[in-house]
């Protein structure tokens, strides 16, 4: 008499399906994790900007309000 399929394991078809799943999972997991990593680039490179532009914005302001300041580089253009 055959052994009742649970003491044998799961049939092959359902071992390749969950392989496949399996398969299909990883392959979406390391899809997120490029995603993810551009993301963290990109968020990377805005900051970087923000930071420059808030430099620039703040010499700017200085040069500005600063008579000192001002004197010296109109002197020297």
Same mark, same amino acid.
């Given at each position: 008499?055959?052994?009742? /399929?649970? =003491?044998?394991?799961?049939?092959? @078809?359902? %071992?390749?399906?969950? &392989? !496949?799943?399996?398969? /299909?999972? =990883?392959?979406?997991?390391?899809? @997120?994790? %490029?995603?993810?990593? &551009? !993301?963290?680039?990109?968020?990377?490179?805005?900051?970087?900007?923000?930071?420059?532009?808030?430099?620039?914005? !703040?010499?700017?302001?200085?040069?500005?309000?600063?008579?000192?300041?001002?004197?010296?580089?109109?002197?020297?253009?």
């Amino acid at each position: 008499m055959p052994a009742p /399929a649970s =003491a044998a394991g799961p049939a092959p @078809a359902a %071992r390749a399906s969950r &392989r !496949s799943r399996s398969r /299909a999972a =990883a392959g979406r997991l390391e899809v @997120a994790r %490029r995603g993810f990593e &551009r !993301s963290l680039i990109t968020l990377r490179r805005a900051a970087l900007d923000a930071v420059d532009s808030g430099n620039l914005a !703040s010499l700017t302001l200085r040069l500005c309000c600063d008579p000192r300041l001002r004197a010296r580089t109109e002197g020297t253009a």
